[in-house]
C-alpha cells in the first residue's frame, strides 16, 4: 500500500493524522477519563504526545505494522478520537484500538468506526481475524465490540498494570469467516 487509505461512513471519515489535528488531540486526550479507560493513553497527554502518536501512525503504515486513523466527523470536519489496527502479518490477524473524545461519548461513533475498520481490514488487507481488548471497568468498550460483531473469547485476571494498579482485560475478536456468515 503506498498511499494512505481514507474510509468514509455515513457520519465519520477515518483518514490520516496529521499536524494540524495535534491541538485537537491534545485538548481532547488530556482528559483523566480517557487517561483512566485505554491501556495506552497517559495523563496528562502532552503536545510531544500527540506528536510521537502521528510518528508511530507513520512509521507503522510506512513498515505495514500499523494502520492508525484519525476519526473526524463529516458534518464539520471535527477531530473526535482515533482508532488503529496493529497488524501480525505472521498470524494474518490486526488488533483494534481506539479512544474517542468525552463529548462525543454514547453517540454511537466508536462503533461506527470500529465497523468500517474490521470491513476495511476483511476487504482490503485480506486479514482473517480481528482482535480487541478492554479494561473490565470500561464495559461501554466491550458493547462497541459486541456492537460490531466481535464475540468475547476470554478474560485475563489482573493483567494490566497501571498507575500501580492491576485490572483484567477482556478479550474480543472475530474471524473473517464468522463476519463472512453475518455480512455476506
Known amino acids: 500500500m503506498d498511499e494512505f487509505p481514507k474510509i468514509e461512513t455515513e457520519r465519520l471519515v477515518l483518514g490520516k493524522l496529521k ?12 482528559n483523566k477519563s480517557i487517561s483512566d479507560f485505554t491501556l ?14 502521528i510518528n508511530l501512525a507513520n512509521q507503522g503504515f510506512k ?5 492508525i486513523f484519525g476519526i473526524k466527523r463529516k458534518s464539520d470536519n471535527q477531530f473526535i478520537g482515533g482508532i488503529g489496527l496493529t497488524i501480525a502479518r505472521r498470524f494474518n490477524r490486526a488488533e483494534i484500538g481506539y479512544w474517542i473524545a468525552e463529548p462525543f461519548w454514547r453517540k454511537g461513533y466508536a462503533t461506527e ?24 471497568k470500561n464495559p ?11 464475540t468475547k473469547e476470554g478474560e485475563l485476571k489482573e493483567h494490566i498494570r497501571k498507575a500501580s494498579e492491576y485490572h483484567d482485560l477482556i478479550v474480543f475478536g472475530l474471524t473473517k469467516e464468522q463476519f463472512e456468515k453475518t455480512n455476506g
Do not use: C, Q
Not at 513498515?63 to 494502520?67: R, Y
Not at 461501554?140 to 466481535?150: D, L
Open 63 to 67: 513498515d505495514g505494522t500499523n494502520i
Open 113 to 136: 468506526a470500529t465497523k468500517s475498520i474490521i470491513k476495511y481490514g476483511f476487504e482490503h488487507l485480506d486479514l482473517n481475524k480481528f482482535t480487541s481488548s478492554y479494561l473490565a
Open 19 to 30: 499536524a494540524a489535528d495535534i491541538p485537537a488531540i491534545v485538548k481532547h486526550a488530556s
Open 40 to 53: 495506552n493513553l497517559p495523563f496528562p497527554y502532552s503536545e510531544k504526545d500527540a506528536i510521537y502518536w
Open 140 to 150: 461501554a468498550s466491550g458493547k462497541v465490540m459486541e456492537k460490531s460483531g466481535m
